[in-house]
């Protein structure tokens, strides 16, 4: 493997399956979830996950949260 570290990342989800441009989610060996849009991944521990979710959901108007509104048009969460 010419010096390679080895992956030892479990793929969970792949939005579209063998395009590895596409959004996915992955677990690491130390158990933190890694999430890669765009090229770009951030790995953090569930527990912050959590939290930036939980951040996110307070800023969402009561009324649409039970519905999927405040989702983007292409189904991800906007940036806020």
Same mark, same amino acid.
């Given at each position: 493997?010419? =010096?390679?570290?080895?992956?030892?990342?479990? /793929?969970? +989800?792949? $939005?579209?399956?063998?395009?590895?441009?596409?959004?996915?989610?992955?677990?690491?060996?130390?158990?933190?979830?890694?999430?890669?849009?765009? =090229?770009?991944?951030?790995?953090?521990?569930? /527990?912050? +996950?959590? $939290?930036?979710?939980?951040?996110?959901?307070?800023?969402?108007?009561?009324?649409?949260?039970?519905?999927?509104?405040?989702?983007?048009?292409? =189904?991800?969460?906007?940036?806020?």
């Amino acid at each position: 493997m010419n =010096g390679a570290a080895k992956n030892t990342d479990k /793929e969970l +989800w792949r $939005r579209l399956p063998g395009d590895v441009y596409s959004p996915s989610i992955h677990v690491t060996v130390k158990g933190d979830i890694g999430i890669q849009v765009g =090229g770009k991944v951030i790995v953090l521990p569930v /527990e912050a +996950w959590f $939290r930036a979710a939980e951040k996110h959901h307070e800023g969402i108007d009561p009324r649409q949260r039970d519905t999927g509104a405040g989702w983007g048009p292409d =189904g991800n969460i906007p940036i806020r």
